[in-house]
C-alpha cells in the first residue's frame, strides 16, 4: 500500500500549498490580541498614508492578531464618514449640542445616537470604533442583544437628550480622566489593562497631558523620530486635525497614560448594568 501512503502525503502536501489546513482569518481575529511584551515601534514607511485615510486595517492588522484587528477595521469604518475630519467641536451648553461622533452610530442596526452635529470629539470617536468593531465581529448580535443593555450602550437618552458623564457605558467612556478603563474593564468587564511596552494598534488609550487635560485615542505605535526624539501614533478626533485623524505627537508632552485591549467582546450581551465604578486609579509612565 505504498502508493496509497505516498499518495496521501502528496495530498496533504497539496493541501498545506494551498492554504487548506491553515486557520482561517475569523480565526486568527476572534480571540483576544496578543504581544511579546515589547515595544511596537513603526517604520518611516508606516506613516506614509498620512493622517486621513481608510487603510489602518491593512497596514496595523498586518502585524497583530485578535479582535484588536476589528478595532482598527472599526477605525476605517469611522475615517469613512469623513475623510477630511469632518470637523471638531466641544461645547454641551451649545446649541445645538456638540456631538460625539457625526454620523448615526448604530449597533447591530439599532441606533445609539442621533447626532446633534457632523462634527466629532475624541471619546466620541474612539466609542464610534468600539461600537462599529462589535458590528463586525458580532454580525448576527441583534439576536442577543436584549433592551437593557442595547439602552446601556446608548450615547444618549432614549428621549434624545444628552447622556451624562458616569452613567452607564457612553457615561463612563466619555468622563474624565482615564474612561476606557472606567467602561470597559470596570463596568462591562469586557477588557483588561495593558502597560505602555505592551501596547498593539487598536489598544484604546487614555492620555493625561503635562498640560493637564486627557485624551481618549487609539494606539498605533511608537516611533523613533529623525531627531531622536520618541513619538506616539494614534487615531482620534483633535481640533488640530479638524476632528477624526492619525496623529502623531511627541511622548515627552505626556504624564502618564492608561491602555486597555478590548478582550472579552461578547459580555455586552450580559454584563451587569449596575457594576460600579472606582474614578480614583493611577496612570500607567511611559518609560523606554
Known amino acids: 500500500m505504498i502508493w496509497r501512503r505516498s499518495w496521501a502525503i502528496a495530498l496533504m502536501l497539496l493541501g498545506l500549498s494551498m492554504g487548506l489546513f491553515s486557520c482561517s482569518k475569523s480565526d486568527r481575529y476572534l480571540r483576544p490580541t496578543e504581544d511579546n511584551g515589547e515595544w511596537f515601534f513603526l517604520s518611516k514607511r508606516d506613516l506614509r ?3 486621513y485615510h481608510c487603510k489602518h486595517a491593512a497596514l496595523f492588522g498586518r502585524r497583530i492578531n485578535g479582535y484588536n484587528y476589528y478595532i482598527l477595521k472599526g477605525i476605517d469604518r469611522v475615517q469613512a464618514q469623513a475623510l477630511d475630519g469632518g470637523g471638531y467641536f466641544t461645547g454641551k451648553n451649545a446649541r445645538p449640542t456638540e456631538s460625539p461622533i457625526g454620523y448615526e452610530l448604530r449597533l447591530f442596526g439599532k441606533s445609539l445616537l442621533n447626532p446633534p452635529r457632523a462634527t466629532s470629539y475624541c471619546s466620541g470617536s474612539t466609542y464610534a470604533a468600539f461600537i462599529e468593531a462589535l458590528n463586525l465581529i458580532f454580525p448576527s448580535g441583534l439576536d ?9 450602550l446608548r450615547m444618549q437618552e432614549l428621549n434624545g437628550g444628552r447622556r451624562e458623564d ?7 467612556w466619555n468622563a474624565d480622566g482615564f474612561g476606557n478603563h472606567f467602561a470597559l474593564l470596570q463596568y462591562a468587564r469586557i477588557g483588561q489593562e495593558i502597560k505602555p ?3 498593539r494598534p487598536g489598544d484604546f488609550m487614555n492620555i493625561s497631558w503635562k498640560t493637564g487635560n486627557g485624551h481618549s485615542v487609539i494606539f498605533l505605535g511608537w516611533y523613533k523620530a529623525p531627531n531622536g526624539k520618541r513619538q506616539l501614533l494614534y487615531w482620534s478626533s483633535q481640533k488640530s486635525t479638524n476632528g477624526i485623524a492619525d496623529q502623531l505627537i511627541d511622548v515627552d508632552k ?3 497614560v492608561k491602555i486597555i485591549r478590548l478582550s472579552n467582546p461578547a459580555g455586552i450581551f450580559h454584563f451587569d448594568i449596575n457594576n460600579p465604578v472606582n474614578l480614583k486609579i493611577p496612570g500607567d509612565k511611559i518609560d523606554f
Open 254 to 256: 505626556i504624564k502618564n
Open 49 to 51: 498614508y498620512g493622517n
Open 197 to 199: 511596552k505592551a501596547a
Open 166 to 172: 458616569g452613567i452607564k457605558m457612553w457615561g463612563h
Open 144 to 152: 442577543s442583544l436584549d433592551f437593557d443593555h442595547y439602552e446601556a
